[in-house]
C-alpha cells in the first residue's frame, strides 16, 4: 500500500548520499602519502629491548630495535641506493653515563617496484636492528632514563608515505656491584644473532659471572689433554726437563711455570687472531690436505721413534738459543713452541668462544678467559716437569730406552690414524686414499729421510728421484679419491643471487654451504644428498649451493648475511623467503634428520626435529 504525501525516509537517504559523497571527495584528494591517515600508524610498529633488567656501571649491554612491517609494505634499507629516499636510522638521545655503539644494520633486500625504474633496498617483515651501549664506571645506581628513536619511510608497490619518527623507550636499572645481574629477552637476541650450539653453551658460562666463567674454561683447558694430538709435546716436556732435573726444586718449579705461561699466552693469542681475522683453526682440520699433511709429519715422527733418523735443530737457530734454552726464557720460548703445536687441538672449543668475541665484543675478557684456559691446558705439564726428574734416576742406557721410544712411535702412528680416519669416511675410494697417503710418506721417508750409511753418491740421486716420484703419484691417487661423484641433487650454484631472484614457482629454499675441504660437507653429499627420500624431497626446493672452497667477496658476503660461522651449514628459507632459524644445521646431518627439516620447512613448522 502505498502512503499519500511527503515520504519520511527521503530526508534520511539524502543525508546518507550526501556524506558518501563527501568520504569519496576525501579519498580522492586526501592522498596516503600526506601521512594523515590512521592507516599510516599501523605500517611500522618497532620497540626496543634491553638484554638486562639491572646492570652494573662499567658493564655492557645489548639493545634491540624490533620493527614489525605490515605485509604488502617495506621500509627503505639503512644505506638507500635512490639519495632521494629517506634511509631507516636509529638514534639514542644523549645520556650521561651511557655511550652507544654504531648500530648493526640486517642486510637488506634488493627489489623492483613500480614506482622506481631500478631495483630498491630494502626491508620487509620482521627487522631486527642490534647495538650495545657501555655505561661508565662512576654512573649513578638507578633508572637510566634511555630514550631513542626509529626513523622511516614506508613503502608499498606504487607509492611511499611520508617519512615518520617512532619514539622508543629503554628501561634500565643500574644497580651496585655485588648485587645479582638479571638477563631479560634472550629468545630476542638469540633469534637476531645467528648462534652455533657451541656459541649457545659458551655464552650461557660466561653469563654466569667471571668466576664460573673461569672455572668452566680451565676445566675446558684441563679436558683439552685428552685430544690425542696432544700427545706428541709428551716427549718434547719429558726431554727437556730431564736436563733440568738436577737443578733445586723450586727452580724446576719456576722453570716449569714459564714453561705453562707460554703455553697459555700463544693459546690465547692464537685463538683471539683467529676470531679477529675470522680464521679458525677449525676449518684448517676440515681441509684434507692439510690433515694428509699433518698425519704424514706425525708419521715421520715415529719413523724417527724407530731408528730411521735422528730429528736435530738446525745449528744456524739453535746457536743463539744455546746460552738461554736451558733458562727461564729457555723453558718460556719452549712453551711457547708447544702451545703452536697444541693449539690447533682445540678447535672445538675455540670455535665456540672465538664466535662469542666477535659476537659479544668481550675481547678483553675473552683472552683473558683464553688465557685461562690455557693455563688449565698447560697443568699437567707443571706436574710432569716436576717430576721429570724421575727419570734421570733410570739406567742411562739400554734396552728399555728403545722401548720407549718405540711405545712413542706406536702412540704417533695412533695419532696419524685418528687424523685420516675422519677424511677416509667421506672419500668415494678408500683404498685409492691410503695408497695415496702411504705413497707420499713412503717417498718422503725412503727418498729423503732415511740417511743410512754406506750410500753412495749415485743412490743417493737414485733414492732422490724415487721418492719424488713416489710423491707425486701417491699425491694423484688422493686428489683421485677425493674426487666427488656426479651429484643427483638438480643444484642451483650460487653466482651472487639474492634470495628473491633464487626463489622459483614459490617453492622454499635449502641453501647448502659447501667446500671441497671440508670432510663434513663431503659426508653429507656423499650420504644424505644421494639418499633417495632426501633426493625426492629436493624436488619441491630451490637447492641452492654456495661453493666457498675459494671463496670470493660475494660468497664471503651471503655467508655473512646468514651469520655462516662454520662448514657444512644448511639453511631453510620459507617459500616467503624468511629463513626459519630453527631448523639451521651447522655440520653433518643424516638422512632421516635432513628429511625431517626439509619436511618441516615445506610445512611452514619453525620447532627444530627432534
Not at 407 to 421: S, T, V
Not at 505 to 519: G, K, M, T, V
Not at 527 to 542: I, P
Request: glycine share 10%; proline share 5%.
Amino acid at each position: 500500500m502505498l502512503l499519500k504525501g511527503p515520504n519520511p525516509i527521503y530526508p534520511f537517504l539524502k543525508f546518507n548520499l550526501l556524506c558518501a559523497v563527501i568520504l569519496l571527495l576525501l579519498h580522492l584528494f586526501v592522498p596516503l602519502s600526506s601521512g594523515q591517515s590512521p592507516q599510516d600508524l599501523r605500517v611500522v610498529q618497532a620497540q626496543a629491548y634491553v638484554s638486562h633488567e639491572c646492570i652494573h656501571p662499567g658493564e655492557t649491554f645489548q639493545v634491540a630495535i624490533v620493527a614489525n612491517i605490515r605485509q604488502g609494505f617495506h621500509i627503505n634499507s639503512h644505506k638507500p641506493l635512490d639519495k632521494f629516499l629517506t634511509p631507516t636510522v636509529v638514534g639514542f638521545d644523549e645520556t650521561k653515563g651511557i655511550v652507544f655503539a654504531p648500530v648493526s644494520y640486517p642486510e637488506p633486500a634488493l627489489k623492483s617496484f613500480s614506482f622506481s625504474p631500478q631495483e630498491v633496498s630494502v626491508y620487509e617483515g620482521r627487522t631486527v636492528m642490534l647495538t650495545q651501549g657501555r655505561l661508565a664506571e662512576n654512573i649513578a645506581p638507578g633508572a637510566a632514563g634511555i630514550s631513542g628513536h626509529l626513523s622511516y619511510q614506508a613503502c608499498d608497490d606504487l607509492s611511499c608515505l611520508a617519512p615518520k619518527v617512532i619514539n622508543l623507550e629503554i628501561p634500565l636499572e643500574i644497580v651496585e656491584h655485588g648485587q645479582t645481574l638479571k638477563l631479560i629477552n634472550q629468545n630476542i637476541f638469540d633469534q637476531a644473532t645467528s648462534w652455533t650450539s657451541d656459541e649457545l653453551r659458551a655464552k650461557k658460562v660466561i653469563e654466569r659471572g667471571l668466576p664460573q666463567a673461569v672455572i668452566a674454561f680451565f676445566l675446558f683447558g684441563l679436558a683439552l689433554n685428552l685430544t690425542p694430538c696432544v700427545y706428541p709435546v709428551i716427549p718434547i716436556t719429558v726431554g727437556f726437563f730431564v736436563s733440568q732435573s738436577e737443578r733445586k726444586k723450586w727452580t724446576v718449579f719456576v722453570l716449569a711455570l714459564c714453561y705453562v705461561v707460554g703455553i697459555a699466552l700463544v693459546f690465547s693469542v692464537l685463538g683471539l687472531i683467529s676470531g679477529l681475522a675470522g680464521k679458525q683453526w677449525g676449518f684448517l682440520f676440515q681441509n684434507p690436505w692439510f690433515v694428509i699433511g699433518m698425519s704424514v709429519i706425525i708419521l715421520s715422527m715415529a719413523a724417527s721413534m724407530f731408528g730411521a733418523f735422528e730429528i736435530t735443530v738446525p745449528s744456524f737457530l739453535m746457536t743463539p738459543l744455546t746460552k738461554s734454552r736451558h733458562g727461564f726464557i729457555g723453558s718460556f720460548l719452549m712453551g711457547l713452541t708447544v702451545g703452536v703445536v697444541i693449539a690447533p687441538c682445540a678447535a672445538g672449543i675455540l670455535i665456540g668462544l672465538v664466535g662469542l668475541i666477535a659476537k659479544l665484543g668481550i675481547v678483553a675478557k675473552g683472552t683473558m678467559l683464553f688465557f685461562v684456559m690455557g693455563l688449565g691446558l698447560g697443568l699437567p705439564y707443571l706436574f710432569l716437569a716436576m717430576f721429570s726428574g724421575l727419570f734421570s734416576r733410570l739406567p742411562k742406557s739400554g734396552m728399555w730406552m728403545l722401548w720407549i721410544r718405540k711405545l712413542f712411535g706406536l702412540l704417533l702412528i695412533g695419532i696419524a690414524i685418528y687424523f685420516l680416519l675422519p677424511q677416509a669416511k667421506q672419500v668415494n675410494n678408500q683404498q685409492g686414499f691410503y695408497i695415496g697417503v702411504l705413497g707420499i710418506f713412503g717417498g718422503l721417508l725412503s727418498g729423503f729421510l732415511d740417511h743410512g750409511e754406506g750410500y753412495t753418491r749415485n743412490f743417493k740421486i737414485f733414492r732422490g728421484v724415487f721418492g719424488v716420484l713416489l710423491i707425486i703419484s701417491g699425491a694423484l691417487l688422493v686428489n683421485a679419491a677425493l674426487k666427488p661423484e656426479p651429484a643427483l641433487v638438480d643444484w642451483v650454484y650460487f653466482k651472487g643471487q639474492s634470495v628473491e631472484q633464487l626463489q622459483k614457482e614459490n617453492r622454499p629454499i635449502l641453501i647448502d654451504f659447501y667446500a671441497d675441504w671440508c670432510a663434513a660437507c663431503k659426508e653429507l653429499d656423499r650420504k644424505t644428498f644421494r639418499d633417495k627420500r632426501v633426493v625426492e624431497k629436493s624436488r619441491e626446493f630451490v637447492m641452492v649451493r654456495v661453493d666457498c672452497t675459494s671463496s670470493d667477496n660475494k660468497c664471503t658476503a651471503f655467508g655473512k648475511k646468514f651469520n655462516v660461522s662454520g662448514l657444512p651449514t644448511v639453511i631453510f628459507v620459507s617459500n616467503k623467503g624468511e629463513e626459519i632459524p630453527n631448523l639451521r644445521a651447522i655440520g653433518f646431518l643424516e638422512p632421516s634428520d635432513m628429511l625431517k627439516r626439509m619436511e618441516g620447512t615445506v610445512q611452514g613448522l619453525g620447532e627444530k626435529p627432534v
